[in-house]
């Protein structure tokens, strides 16, 4: 048998009511019949699931299909070059899960969701664009289906620039560099774009095959510089010269080549042996792959 108010649909008004009188089935309306008799007349009675026994109307009365609460209070927090996050007010307790769709207002790309479970009111979004604007809503739903209120909350926000990192200069210590001394190399990084979540620079001694420096650093704020230096290194007799490049994470670079400085240095003097006192080099450091 057809569905009770698949039969009813011709004779009855199907405008969605936010303040249903009655939901069926529930523990106060578990009868269907009942729950009609003790309706008042335009009182809209929600349909959880589909019924089969047939009814007869003598009152005028608003059958729609059941579909729960929405929530409200949107809002979009913690926005960063590549995430955000959502959190909104789950106000009944009659959903099954919450569908949460967003798509870059721009229209680039198809529109992506998440399922989750009932009750949830936050949600991370990552794997965003920086410096993109997107659009999110949040869906209340009853089983499987992706049928929610037509006027949910729509909320927009855009994400942050990146960071833009620069290799501002390079120098040797001591300079000039002296063969059989002990030298490091300094440099200066700078952000040219928002402030950044960290980022991970290596230094290689071209000439000599070693790499002697690979670690992560820490957030710098838009326009600031820091100084930085890397391991010792014996510069080895009559060596005639010192290549050395810095390379900061190449995918962040405030233009082209600006990640990456190589400087030559040339050494002088001569040294019968090795100055004592320098940081071991005999085993390589290990590179980033960039």
Not at 20 to 28: K, L, M, N, R, S
Not at 214 to 219: E, F, L, N
Request: with cysteine; proline share 8%.
């Amino acid at each position: 048998m057809e569905p009770a108010f698949v039969l009813l649909a011709g004779l009855l008004s199907t405008a969605v009511s936010a303040d249903a009188a009655f939901i069926y089935p529930t523990p106060e309306c578990d009868d269907l019949v009942d729950c009609v008799e003790r309706a008042e007349p335009g009182t809209a009675l929600r349909l959880r699931a589909p019924v089969d026994q047939p009814l007869e109307v003598t009152k005028e009365m608003r059958f729609e299909p059941f579909l729960p609460g929405p929530p409200t209070h949107l809002s979009v927090t913690d926005i960063g070059h590549t995430e955000m996050t959502l959190r909104w007010r789950d106000n009944r307790i009659d959903e099954t899960g919450y569908y949460v769709k967003f798509w870059d207002t721009a229209k680039t790309a198809p529109p992506r969701e998440f399922r989750l479970g009932p009750s949830t009111e936050m949600k991370r979004v990552d794997s965003l664009l920086p410096a993109r604007g997107y659009a999110f809503t949040v869906c209340a739903v009853l089983g499987e289906t992706r049928d929610c209120y037509p006027y949910q909350d729509i909320r927009t926000a855009t994400t942050a620039p990146e960071a833009r990192f620069r290799v501002d200069d390079v120098w040797p210590s001591p300079d000039p560099p002296t063969a059989g001394e002990c030298m490091r190399v300094k440099w200066r990084e700078c952000n040219d774009g928002e402030k950044s979540a960290g980022h991970v620079t290596a230094v290689y001694v071209n000439s000599l095959g070693l790499t002697v420096h690979s670690a992560r650093h820490g957030s710098l704020d838009r326009g600031e510089c820091e100084e930085r230096r890397s391991g010792g290194f014996y510069i080895p007799y009559a060596s005639g010269g010192v290549e050395v490049t810095v390379l900061i994470d190449s995918t962040r670079c405030s233009g082209f080549g600006s990640c990456e400085r190589t400087e030559q240095f040339k050494t002088e003097g001569v040294a019968d042996k090795p100055q004592e006192g320098c940081d071991d080099t005999s085993a390589n450091l290990p590179g980033f792959d960039f």
